[in-house]
């Protein structure tokens, strides 16, 4: 198991959130989640401009296994999408906190929405949880 | 409780990722599942399918038993060791469970069966069985190691005594020998050539790792569907099961209509082909990005199907499927992919075989 940044917060569905210096989030899967699904082998991204709410589907991933939905961790605005994944959804894989990333949100009810995400810890503690 | 093969510690020291497949807790992939399937494709790579059933035949009248049991003709068995791809029907014509029939010697029959289906395919073997006197032995003391790839027959050969050695290399396509405590058939789940090496279960760790210090791939049951499907051969359970005929099925080829061999199914399997079956089992590539799965709605002009096999093929690098169509369907299929339809392409398949991309996929 990779180290989880300390930066970044979590649902409990693995989608991991980072606030950038200039405000917007950064949204991804998590490296437990990427084991688990096992190899990607396509990402279906939102559109640049798509309004996206808290908790609801907003992108999916595919391994050979299986289909998962990715669900926003805050509301916003759909600012950027990591077009490279349509190419090398593998990169998920390789590097799911970083290369890995899916898209980019401006958010519109930051403060609120993110005390409903977990830490790094509590992530870490919630898996460990699925797991036994 | 799951059952676990011989193997099953090594699987675990090796780092597998465990799943369950019919009441087995067999190995899905050792790391990555699309690595494991281009060592297949490229080199070779093994599986542990000590989960099939081994079942033994005994008695003066097996070959007559199978010719009443199997939609295909044992008949076509005339040298020992020869082997045939066979479906076993119920009265309905429904598949009960397809199989490998291996003919030893005319009193000595070998067949394997899917795990999954163990323990009403021998129900139904003993019960057949019976009134041939044919004496039914499974085989629950040997395990079973597929080696497949391009380099796989000679790996395996290199750790056999040159006897066997040169027996092994000889025997063709669909064919066993036997020798140095091994059961050595010619036969595969991938589309690769290789061996399927039956093995006391008591030898079958030592054989697993000379195997892998001879440089073959462990591979798991993800890596052997997504090389199964693209070699175009069909899964039971989810292909076809008892509610369907080999018409359906795609499983014409091995159904054996010879005049005067009364087998299980065969007159409902008569009845239908006159009729003319409603459904078929066709293959699809789609070349838009996504990946065809189990469930998804097929949209035609003459109705909905489904798909039955689905998967990203790592050879092709797109999504292919099996799908069961009204009958008749030829072109205009889309797929109901997350309620957007897409088109997709129906293709004369396998796939891919021997390593490379058939033609028109």
Known sequence: MNEIPGDLKFMKTHEWARVEDNGNVTIGISDHAQGLLGDLVYVELPS???????????????????????????????????????????????????????????????????????GPDDYAESIEDDEH | MSQKTIL?????????KMVDFGGWDMPLSYGSQIEEHHAVRRDAGMFDVSHMTVVDLHGARTREFLRHLLANSVDKLKVSGKALYTCMLNEQGGVIDDLIVYFLTEDFFRIVVNAATREKDLAWIEKQAAAFAVKVTERPDLAMIAVQGPNARAKVQSLLSPAVREAAAKIGKFSATEGDDLFIARTGYTGEDG?????????????????????????GLGARDTLRLEAGMNLYGQDMDETITPWEAALAWTVSLEPGRDFIGRAALEKQKAEGAKRSLVGLVMDEKGVLRHGQRVATRQGDGEILSGTFSPTLAKAIAFARVPAGVTDGVEVDIRGKLVPVRLVKYPFVRDGKACEGI
């Open chain 2, 195 to 219: 061996y399927e090496i039956i093995v006391a279960e008591k030898d079958a760790i030592t054989l697993w790792n000379k195997l892998k210090d001879a440089g073959v791939v462990p591979a």
């Open chain 2, 8 to 16: 099953n510690e090594t699987h675990r020291a090796l780092g597998a």
């Open chain 1, 48 to 118: 640049v401009g798509d309004e996206v709410k808290a908790g609801n589907a907003c992108a999916v991933v595919e391994s050979v296994k299986a289909a998962s939905d990715v669900y926003a961790p805050v509301s916003g605005e759909v600012v950027a999408v990591n077009s490279a994944l349509g190419d090398k959804p593998e990169t998920i894989n390789e590097d799911a906190y970083g290369e890995g990333w899916i898209f980019v949100v401006k958010p519109s009810n930051l403060a609120e929405e993110s005390e409903e995400l977990l």
